[in-house]
C-alpha cells in the first residue's frame, strides 16, 4: 500500500525558511518520480519542483532559486527546502508520486498523493 505523509509545514514571516518532508511507504521509492505540489485558496494545484529517477530535478519559475528539492533514498524520505519565503507562497503543499514515464511538474503525471502539510507566510 502506498503512502505518502508530508510534514514540516508551519507558520513563517516573509523572507524566512521552512523545510518539508516526505516520508513514502509502499513502491520501490528511487525508481519513482517524486514531485512537491501545492494549492493555495480558490487555486488549481500547481507542480512546484520534482526529483526524477536519474536524480534530474525541475522547478516552477516562481520557487526556482529559492526551494531546493532532494531525496534520501536509505530514508525514503524526500524534502523541499524552502527560503526567501514570500506571502505568495501560502498554499497546502503535496508530496507526489509516479512510477510511469512522464516526471514533469504535470499534476495529471502523479498517480499518488498525501494529504498536504499546511504553509503559511505572513507578517
Known amino acids: 500500500q502506498v503512502q505518502l505523509v508530508e510534514s514540516g509545514g508551519g507558520s513563517v514571516q516573509p523572507g524566512g525558511s521552512l523545510r518539508l518532508s516526505c516520508a513514502a511507504s509502499?513502491?520501490?521509492?528511487?525508481?519513482?518520480?517524486m514531485g512537491w505540489f501545492r494549492q493555495a485558496p480558490g487555486k488549481e494545484r500547481e507542480g512546484v519542483a520534482v526529483f526524477g529517477r536519474y536524480g534530474q530535478t525541475s522547478y516552477a519559475d516562481s520557487v526556482k532559486g529559492r526551494f531546493t528539492i532532494s531525496r534520501d533514498i536509505a530514508k525514503n524520505t524526500m524534502y523541499l527546502q524552502m527560503n526567501t519565503l514570500k506571502p505568495e507562497d501560502t498554499a497546502m503543499y503535496y508530496c507526489?508520486?509516479?512510477?510511469?514515464?512522464?516526471?514533469?511538474?504535470?499534476?495529471?503525471?502523479?498517480?499518488?498523493w498525501g494529504q498536504g502539510t499546511q504553509v503559511t507566510v505572513s507578517s
Open positions: 509502499g513502491f520501490p521509492f528511487s525508481n519513482y518520480c
Open positions: 507526489a508520486a509516479t512510477g510511469g514515464s512522464y516526471c514533469s511538474l504535470l499534476k495529471s503525471h502523479f498517480d499518488y
